[in-house]
């Protein structure tokens, strides 16, 4: 950053001295390297090739090849908490990330707002003479600045980014995807029948961010997050890719696991004495029913068919993100930046449950609490992966390509959730090439090692505020040196509720179940022991033996969690009731207007699982048509508009046939009131709110009929509330996607909501832990 003024200033400028180093930016070391950091979403060792996984990843093949891998690299078990110690290098609960952004409390551990003493990689590495870039997904803007009235000091720019293009929920559809740059919401170039998929998007936009700055300054290096949204549900990917896999995973998840073992065992990264740990490891009454595994052999043919299926466009996604990243690395060798440029590809957590035992062809109905079923599965088998589906494979493959671990995802007890692929290459910084690294590390050990890499000292301040110490440490002793202890030494782990903590070679862990079905009792709960320097799989409790060593890892657990604000704990208990989703401020009315951003859902009038009134004041011409205002997608929403002389209101419901809809006759001239009224009278066990829903038009009622609306989400991330258009995926199938209303205007559109909401506690917060 610029310094104090030491030129000399007198009244004649000829006898001044100027000082230019007092203003201008700093510039970094000579000769240090630019950064990348790849980081996908749910991802376990076992899936990807250079660990022996069945997933082909040419790209990551290549980079390992020639760098890399690390066996025993850890994250939080969950995105947003893993993503907060990449920007940081601290702790997630010391980020205030203790949970995803959407379970926030008011609590220091888990507000999901970083404080200012946590200054960001990219701020430090930007003052230091780097461009900064993030590419991809974000999640860790808190819910209360998702929208557009929100300041944007906790947004990309904010956190020390120069540029920024991606999105900034938890997950988004791959096909339409909500998308931002910089401060702003921006429409998709292209569509998917035009060869769009996000992955290719921020590939694209990558290589023009480096361009656009060595271009102009061939000098000075740069940082760059790359966040694809695979390997996140949505799994979305071309056919051709899909095609690529048939028949791949028809052996099953158990088979794949004895496959998948012996393999990484022949590549080093695990011991020869490794042993697999069972696919359901926890008694039935602390394990919720959407977490179970059924075995492959109690499945039918058809099952077994379907959840082959998806795995194989897991897969393809996987594959297809891998070599659109091949395209930014093959423009890096071109361009001679390869070599010097220090490249961690890594994921986030270990490989998602949340498809629950049977799979899902539309995650949004897991987020409305109403259940999958094998049979409306089925009936979408050949258009898994196409902008049709909204998909996730069953917890029996979370399990198979998190070998040989215990569970997955959102597990903080067992390395199923927290034990994730990292390769490292650097070929400028690293002599060894193609080999495995056994040291302990974990995620807020990565800024550490990028500042030594890049020569730059951890500063005092951070945009003038004294700064917390760093929680991680350098890796980079390892990269030459196969057999250097691991200068780690401890390290916890929490997530909703599930406990651990490492200690120089050993582990104590409980699973206390994320969404148990008791309450509380933490101080209940059964501790497990684990010598993780010869039991890697965590596969042999040793508490009887050790219960001494035990009891010191337990009270080390209390004193690291007190020091990193982990307490209060929070799972599905009393204590789970403080975590309400933040929403705008409620008021009973909401009045939108046409030509401004679209809402964010978490901003917008919730129409979700109550009584109210939606009404549109338009000016009709006989040329009319377009949407008049629209929410969700395909997979959950609402859409009022116009069409072929006829106005419409159509409910998707979770993108179950058929639309129910509501048609009458549209106004030919002048200005007109439209819109609908739901009287709800319901609400079922499945999340449906049954009620009265009647198409109005100016004092009339044109049409009438009962309706089942969704009391969760219209969707998980994007799809906002638009006004004169329908942005990104279209709700109905009587347009395409936009929809734009033309032959007239809207003017504004007004919403009156009742306060006859029911929440179903247990179930929103379900939804929650799964939005990473």
């Not at 052996?251 to 490794?274: F, Q």
Request: glycine share 8%.
């Amino acid at each position: 950053m610029p310094g104090k003024f030491s030129g000399r200033i007198e009244l004649d400028i000829r006898d001044s001295k100027a000082d230019w180093d007092a203003f201008l930016d700093k510039r970094a070391p000579a000769g240090a390297p630019n950064v990348l950091v790849i980081l996908y979403d749910d991802t376990g060792q076992a899936a990807w090739s250079p660990y022996g996984g069945r997933i082909q990843m040419p790209t990551l093949d290549k980079l390992a090849k020639n760098g890399l891998i690390y066996s025993q690299w850890h994250t939080t078990a969950v995105c947003s908490p893993t993503r907060s110690c990449f920007l940081t290098g601290r702790n997630h609960h010391a980020n205030g990330f203790g949970c995803i952004s959407e379970a926030a409390t008011g609590f220091p551990g888990y507000a999901g707002h970083i404080p200012l003493e946590n200054g960001t990689m990219a701020s430090i590495l930007r003052d230091a003479g780097w461009s900064t870039f993030w590419v991809g997904k974000n999640h860790n803007v808190p819910v209360d600045g998702f929208g557009m009235s929100a300041s944007k000091k906790r947004w990309p720019l904010g956190l020390g980014y120069d540029r920024f293009y991606g999105f900034i929920g938890g997950e988004t559809n791959q096909w339409y995807p909500e998308l931002i740059e910089d401060n702003h919401f921006v429409d998709q170039p292209a569509q998917p029948e035009e060869g769009y998929h996000f992955s290719k998007d921020i590939a694209d936009k990558a290589v023009s961010f480096i361009r656009d700055s060595v271009q102009c300054d061939p000098e000075k290096p740069w940082y760059m997050w790359y966040c694809p949204g695979a390997n996140h549900a949505p799994h979305h990917a071309p056919q051709d890719y899909i095609d690529k896999y048939r028949g791949q995973f028809d052996d099953g998840y158990e088979a794949y696991r004895e496959w998948a073992l012996k393999r990484m065992i022949e590549r080093g990264v695990l011991p020869a004495d490794t042993v697999l740990t069972p696919i359901n490891p926890l008694p039935a009454d602390r394990t919720p029913p959407d977490d179970r595994v059924r075995p492959w052999d109690t499945l039918n043919a058809d099952e077994k068919r379907l959840f082959s299926r998806m795995a194989e466009v897991f897969a393809a996604m996987s594959e297809y993100t891998d070599v659109q990243i091949g395209r930014v690395i093959d423009y890096l060798e071109e361009s001679g930046q390869l070599d010097n440029t220090l490249i961690f590809y890594c994921a986030d957590n270990g490989a998602s449950g949340e498809g629950s035992p049977s799979g899902s062809v539309n995650e949004n109905r897991f987020f409305n609490g109403y259940p999958d079923d094998v049979e409306s599965n089925l009936a979408m088998i050949d258009k898994l992966g196409s902008p049709d589906t909204y998909n996730h494979y069953p917890t029996g493959w979370a399990v198979a390509f998190s070998t040989p671990y215990r569970m997955f995802k959102r597990y903080a007890s067992y390395a199923g959730g927290t034990c994730d692929p990292l390769v490292v290459h650097w070929p400028k910084g690293i002599r060894a090439k193609g080999e495995v690294r056994h040291q302990y590390h974990h995620c807020t050990d990565i800024v550490p090692t990028i500042l030594e890499a890049c020569g730059v000292p951890m500063p005092e301040f951070v945009d003038g505020v004294k700064q917390a110490p760093l929680a991680g440490v350098s890796m980079l002793y390892s990269f030459d040196n196969a057999q250097a202890a691991t200068t780690k030494k401890t390290q916890y782990y929490e997530m909703a509720g599930t406990r651990s903590i490492w200690n120089d070679g050993w582990k104590a862990a409980t699973d206390h179940a994320p969404i148990p079905s008791d309450q509380g009792h933490f101080d209940k709960d059964t501790w497990q022991l684990f010598h993780t320097d010869s039991d890697r799989a965590e596969a042999h409790d040793l508490a009887a033996k050790h219960p001494e060593r035990l009891e010191q890892l337990k009270a080390l657990w209390l004193s690291e969690a007190s020091r990193n604000n982990v307490l209060p704990l929070i799972d599905l208990g009393v204590r789970a009731m403080h975590a309400a989703e933040y929403h705008a401020p409620q008021r009973e009315r909401y009045v939108y207007y046409p030509n401004t951003t679209e809402v964010p859902e978490a901003a917008a009038a919730r129409t979700l699982g109550v009584s109210f009134k939606m009404l549109a004041e338009v000016d009709f011409t006989p040329e009319s048509k377009g949407v008049i205002i629209a929410q969700g997608s395909r997979f959950g929403g609402y859409s009022l508009f116009v069409k072929d002389g006829k106005l419409f209101y159509v409910y998707n419901f979770l993108g179950i046939t058929p639309e129910q809809q509501l048609v009458c006759d549209a106004p030919k001239q002048g200005r007109h009131v439209v819109g609908v009224e739901f009287v709800k009278q319901s609400i079922s066990k499945q999340g449906e709110a049954f009620g009265t829903m009647t198409l109005h038009l100016d004092d009339a009622a044109m049409a009438s009929a009962q309706f089942r609306t969704q009391t969760g989400r219209y969707i998980l991330c994007g799809e906002g509330l638009c006004v004169g258009y329908d942005g990104g995926d279209a709700v109905s199938k009587e347009y395409k996607p936009q929809f734009p209303f033309t032959g007239g205007s809207v003017l504004k559109v007004v919403f009156d909501l009742a306060d006859d909401a029911y929440e179903d506690i247990e179930q929103k917060f379900a939804a929650k832990l799964a939005r990473d």
